[in-house]
């Protein structure tokens, strides 16, 4: 009788016999700590738990560790989570896929973080995210950039400083640097060396003042910059489509030797998506603007602006050529920038009818969102601008900043713009407030 | 109907495991990698494709996802999303291992994915004795191993009976 209810049993048991991959598709969406837990429903799920090729150390990981152990004193906590992230690697078998660790700020030690990156890179390890929190940056053993089968890597708060022998990743699919130091190397090599490369974020990164982004596959390039940055530009990227580049600063040297507006998008054949910001139009706007842009930013559909200073007119008349000059934009989104509104803007700065002529006609422009308008004039140029020369705009979303005047700013506008032009009977505009 | 016509209007039957056959149109079945590689590969779509492993009723369920994201345009993500909530929402276990079954042997990315996250959402927080209830997971520990099991990773454990 026994044997038989343990067969109709196993019969029953529909999830245990599911196919390895599909048990590790429900484990690697479980929180690390469902997934160990499942090792205790039988002695097959033990074996499965310990050969989970997905290990999430994340933030999430660390609050539950910290629930679990941060009644007691906090250097018993920071000692649970070393202990317990340790024991973890420790009773793994098999290969590795991907692993996020999530390295808090410590009080005392901290933990011994190059002994578990010298057993991923002996585990074939394809996706790493090595999120430190300290201050001072950590340097990455030599044995990190054995990982060579790596295909996504994010580091934070670190110091990438590779032996003389390492050839870059040539796996690499995509790469996010954010607060790292790269020392005695060049972001170029990296580059050169990782030519599988299609998506690349750089936050806040320093050890080079400039870059020259020279990559086959890349698709998608996003930099903002440490405020020391000089110069980028673009030599040979036959397939970036989305860029988003911001600076900080338009002082002195800051991007001096960075490329004009013309060159800036000339640089870009494949461009279709691109983010900037004011400070960033300011210095491509240096010089003369052109009349025209070149043939590459046909393929531009969608362009976002941020932090503009409707107060400068540099950036707003570079902003209004590149509007005006982008024949398929579909999509236009601004954030305005309030910050220098204490300085009492002009009066009527007039930017529509000083620039170039009217002859724009935006004809596949769909959606557009304004944000954070403080309620001036060269604004509500602009809005009104949009809907002279939009056939096809659909929606336009305005949202004020957010201020004890923002249903004021919000129902003069809606007042001024009832009475303004719209070349697209049916838009919609939609005035949204907190 | 229009669309359809522009596609040629080629359709395939496909053979469930209890004998019933379904007329598929072209690009409803290339929402299966498995069946695109047979189109591909010069399989004559007048053949019937016989799927031995996947009874009609969890077919006629594979093929209205696989309707369903062949017919939604790409901007149409937000309604696909709910569709997808949907479709899985009141479906008993039995059901669901089949489908599972189904997408990872007709290679249905979609389908294996949210079905896998419906499997992850019944077992997330829940305590393993009921894990093993739902499941029909026998428990082949002595309780001195399962004790030691838990003892090994007693951080995950905490909180749980």
């Given at each position: 009788?026994?044997?038989?209810?343990?067969?109709?049993?196993?019969?029953?048991?529909?999830?245990?016999?599911?196919?390895?991959?599909?048990i590790?598709?429900?484990?690697?969406?479980?929180?690390?700590?469902?997934?160990?837990?499942?090792?205790?429903?039988s002695?097959?799920?033990?074996?499965?738990?310990?050969?989970?090729?997905?290990?999430?150390?994340?933030?999430?990981?660390?609050?539950?560790?910290?629930?679990?152990?941060?009644?007691?004193?906090?250097?018993?906590?920071?000692?649970?989570?070393?202990r317990?992230?340790?024991?973890?690697?420790?009773?793994?078998?098999g290969?590795?896929?991907?692993?996020?660790?999530?390295?808090?700020?410590?009080?005392?030690?901290?933990?011994?973080?190059?002994?578990?990156?010298?057993?991923?890179?002996?585990?074939?390890?394809?996706?790493?995210?090595?999120?430190?929190?300290?201050?001072?940056?950590?340097?990455?053993?030599?044995?990190?950039?054995?990982?060579?089968?790596?295909?996504?890597?994010?580091?934070?708060?670190?110091?990438?400083?590779?032996?003389?022998?390492?050839?870059?990743?040539?796996?690499?699919?995509?790469?996010?640097?954010?607060?790292?130091?790269?020392?005695?190397?060049?972001?170029?090599?990296?580059?050169?060396?990782?030519?599988?490369?299609?998506?690349?974020?750089?936050?806040?990164?320093?050890?080079?003042?400039?870059?020259?982004?020279?990559?086959?596959?890349?698709?998608?390039?996003?930099?903002?910059?440490?405020?020391?940055?000089?110069?980028?530009?673009?030599?040979?990227?036959?397939?970036?489509?989305?860029?988003?580049?911001?600076?900080?600063?338009?002082?002195?040297g800051?991007?001096?030797?960075?490329?004009?507006?013309?060159?800036?998008?000339?640089?870009?054949?494949?461009?279709?998506?691109?983010?900037?910001?004011?400070?960033?139009?300011k210095?491509l706007a240096?010089?003369?603007?052109p009349?025209?842009?070149?043939?590459?930013?046909?393929?531009?559909?969608?362009?976002?602006?941020?932090?503009?200073?409707?107060?400068?007119?540099?950036?707003?008349?570079?902003?209004?050529?590149?509007?005006?000059?982008?024949?398929?934009?579909?999509?236009?989104?601004?954030?305005?920038?309030?910050?220098?509104?204490?300085?009492?803007p002009?009066?009527?700065?007039?930017?529509?009818?000083?620039?170039?002529?009217?002859?724009?006609t935006?004809?596949r422009?769909?959606?557009?969102?304004?944000?954070?308008?403080?309620?001036?004039?060269?604004?509500?140029?602009?809005?009104?601008?949009?809907?002279?020369n939009?056939?096809?705009?659909?929606?336009?979303?305005i949202?004020?900043?957010?201020?004890?005047?923002?249903?004021?700013?919000?129902?003069?506008?809606?007042?001024?713009?009832?009475?303004?032009?719209?070349?697209?009977?049916?838009?919609?505009?939609?005035?949204?407030?907190? | 109907?229009?669309?359809?016509?522009?596609n040629?209007?080629?359709?395939?039957?496909?053979?469930?495991?209890?004998?019933?056959?379904?007329?598929?149109?072209?690009?409803?079945a290339?929402?299966?990698?498995?069946?695109?590689?047979?189109?591909?590969?010069?399989?004559?779509?007048?053949?019937v494709?016989?799927?031995?492993?996947?009874?009609?009723?969890?077919?006629?369920?594979?093929?209205?996802?696989?309707?369903?994201h062949?017919?939604?345009?790409?901007?149409?993500?937000?309604?696909?999303?709910?569709?997808?909530?949907?479709?899985?929402?009141?479906?008993?276990?039995g059901?669901l291992?089949?489908?599972?079954?189904?997408?990872?042997?007709?290679?249905?990315?979609?389908?294996?994915?949210?079905?896998?996250?419906?499997?992850?959402?019944?077992?997330?927080?829940?305590?393993?004795?009921?894990?093993?209830?739902?499941?029909?997971?026998?428990?082949?520990?002595?309780?001195?191993?399962?004790?030691?099991?838990?003892?090994?990773?007693?951080?995950?454990?905490?909180?749980f009976?």
């Amino acid at each position: 009788m026994e044997t038989r209810n343990r067969k109709r049993q196993r019969d029953l048991d529909l999830i245990s016999n599911l196919p390895r991959h599909i048990i590790d598709c429900v484990l690697s969406r479980l929180p690390l700590r469902d997934a160990v837990r499942t090792s205790i429903l039988s002695r097959k799920w033990r074996g499965y738990s310990a050969t989970l090729p997905h290990l999430d150390f994340g933030y999430q990981f660390y609050l539950t560790i910290k629930e679990t152990w941060g009644r007691s004193s906090l250097v018993n906590f920071h000692y649970e989570l070393e202990r317990t992230i340790s024991k973890i690697f420790v009773l793994h078998h098999g290969p590795l896929v991907k692993v996020t660790l999530y390295i808090p700020k410590l009080s005392r030690r901290a933990p011994d973080t190059d002994q578990w990156i010298d057993l991923l890179s002996r585990k074939n390890i394809k996706e790493l995210t090595l999120d430190y929190r300290y201050n001072r940056r950590h340097l990455l053993p030599h044995c990190f950039f054995s990982c060579l089968d790596l295909t996504h890597l994010e580091l934070r708060s670190t110091v990438f400083a590779p032996p003389p022998d390492f050839n870059g990743f040539r796996n690499l699919i995509a790469l996010k640097f954010r607060r790292v130091k790269l020392k005695a190397y060049k972001l170029e090599s990296l580059l050169h060396g990782s030519p599988l490369l299609q998506k690349l974020i750089l936050v806040d990164c320093s050890g080079f003042h400039r870059i020259t982004v020279s990559a086959p596959n890349l698709e998608s390039f996003q930099l903002q910059p440490h405020h020391k940055f000089k110069t980028i530009c673009f030599e040979d990227v036959p397939k970036l489509a989305d860029v988003t580049v911001s600076t900080s600063d338009t002082e002195a040297g800051h991007f001096t030797k960075s490329s004009t507006l013309l060159e800036f998008l000339t640089s870009l054949p494949k461009l279709t998506r691109l983010s900037v910001n004011g400070n960033l139009l300011k210095i491509l706007a240096r010089d003369t603007l052109p009349q025209e842009l070149p043939t590459t930013v046909e393929g531009l559909n969608y362009l976002k602006l941020n932090s503009l200073d409707f107060a400068d007119s540099d950036q707003i008349s570079c902003a209004l050529c590149l509007i005006r000059n982008t024949p398929n934009l579909k999509q236009l989104e601004i954030q305005a920038s309030t910050t220098r509104l204490t300085n009492i803007p002009p009066r009527k700065l007039g930017y529509m009818e000083a620039g170039a002529p009217f002859g724009c006609t935006l004809n596949r422009l769909q959606v557009v969102k304004i944000e954070l308008l403080a309620g001036f004039k060269p604004e509500l140029e602009l809005v009104e601008f949009l809907l002279a020369n939009s056939p096809f705009l659909e929606k336009i979303y305005i949202k004020p900043e957010n201020s004890l005047g923002q249903n004021k700013v919000a129902s003069d506008m809606a007042i001024e713009l009832i009475r303004s032009y719209r070349s697209s009977p049916g838009v919609d505009i939609v005035y949204l407030t907190d | 109907m229009a669309s359809s016509i522009e596609n040629n209007n080629e359709k395939l039957t496909l053979k469930s495991s209890d004998g019933e056959e379904f007329l598929v149109e072209k690009h409803v079945a290339l929402q299966s990698t498995l069946l695109q590689n047979m189109l591909d590969s010069d399989c004559s779509s007048a053949d019937v494709i016989p799927l031995p492993k996947i009874d009609a009723r969890t077919l006629a369920l594979v093929l209205g996802y696989c309707k369903k994201h062949a017919d939604a345009s790409s901007s149409k993500q937000g309604e696909l999303n709910s569709f997808d909530s949907e479709f899985l929402k009141d479906m008993d276990m039995g059901a669901l291992f089949n489908l599972v079954l189904a997408a990872n042997f007709m290679e249905i990315k979609g389908l294996l994915d949210i079905a896998a996250q419906k499997i992850a959402d019944t077992i997330k927080d829940k305590p393993h004795q009921e894990v093993r209830e739902i499941f029909h997971v026998e428990n082949d520990y002595t309780p001195e191993e399962e004790a030691a099991v838990r003892e090994e990773n007693r951080w995950a454990f905490e909180g749980f009976p």
